[in-house]
């Protein structure tokens, strides 16, 4: 396919004011966001700056939206690709697209490095399921340790890794100077639910004023990525019956085909 690999994005929009809950997260991405910015900081006193974290945790919980405002804190750009986009490609291309990926974003350092699903292409060997040849995702994943290996102590880039799936990686990736620090990004409890709530009923006119604390008790394992659907979902289905704002009954019937929607996907699984 011709799928765009990784794009880069200077724009600085993305915050943590944008990020809810989270908190024990965000406080260490806060580490790097400082890491970026000063770096003299740390190694003039003879610190090795890390090069790269993991973040661990199930779909929609906020992983690449964290990345993305570690990026924007800093003021730094941001480069990303999916592990996904190295399925079935030919051999040497996951390589030589990592190895591009990786001078662009040294060459505009301090930037911020993005590997969403890593899985994809850092599996343990005997644990695969990728679809290409086996040898061109170990290409991939040599590759991108080499790049890794090779940052000198001023090189300023950090690499982000998102995975749900930390149990299959090759422990090569865990190294130390590697992704030698797992950062978890759970599944929001009801109090972070009512915060993601707040940030996604920001651009929404309501008719009233909604109880964010009764959307989070009817939402119990939602991640954030569901309860911006259910927000988006309540404004289309007002705006489909002519409405000029949006209820809290339009907000109950988007959660509930929200509901609907995420039991057909479990029984797609199971
Ligand atoms: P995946 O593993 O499926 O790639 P992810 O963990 O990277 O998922 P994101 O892509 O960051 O999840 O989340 C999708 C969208 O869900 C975000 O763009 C945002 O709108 C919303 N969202 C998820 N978590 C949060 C959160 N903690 N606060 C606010 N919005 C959130």
Redesign the pocket.
């Known amino acids: 396919s011709k799928a765009k690999l990784f794009d880069e994005k200077t724009d600085t929009r993305t915050s943590f004011k944008?990020?809810?809950?989270?908190e024990g997260a965000k406080e260490e991405v806060e580490e790097i966001v400082d890491f970026l910015r000063n770096p003299d900081k740390y190694t003039s006193l003879g610190g090795k700056i890390p090069k790269g974290a993991l973040?661990v945790?199930?779909?929609?919980?906020?992983?690449?939206?964290?990345?993305?405002a570690v990026a924007g804190e800093a003021k730094v750009p941001f480069f990303s690709l999916?592990g996904s986009d190295f399925v079935e490609m030919f051999v040497g291309v996951g390589a030589s697209r990592v190895r591009d990926l990786f001078k662009q974003a040294k060459d505009k350092s301090p930037a911020i490095i993005f590997i969403?699903?890593i899985d994809a292409i850092g599996r343990a060997r005997g644990k695969n399921n990728f679809t290409g040849s086996n040898d061109e995702r170990e290409n991939t994943l040599n590759q991108l340790l080499t790049e890794m290996d090779g940052f000198g102590t001023n090189t300023n880039v950090i690499v982000l890794a998102?995975?749900?799936r930390a149990d299959v990686l090759d422990k090569a990736l865990m190294r130390a100077g590697r992704f030698d620090r797992q950062i978890y990004?759970d599944l929001?409890d009801i109090r972070?639910r009512k915060?993601?709530f707040e940030?996604?009923l920001r651009p929404i006119k309501t008719s009233e004023t909604l109880d964010t604390e009764f959307l989070a008790r009817q939402t119990p394992g939602f991640?954030?990525?569901?309860?911006?659907?259910v927000c988006n979902e309540a404004a289309l289905i007002a705006a489909r019956k002519e409405k000029k704002a949006v209820s809290k009954q339009d907000f109950l019937d988007a959660v509930d085909r929200i509901v609907g929607g995420l039991e057909k996907k479990n029984k797609i699984i199971t």
């Open positions: 944008d990020v809810a809950g989270l973040l945790g199930p779909p929609g919980t906020g992983k690449t939206l964290l990345a993305k999916s969403d699903e998102a995975t749900n990004v929001p972070e915060e993601i940030v996604h991640s954030g990525a569901d309860i911006a659907n």
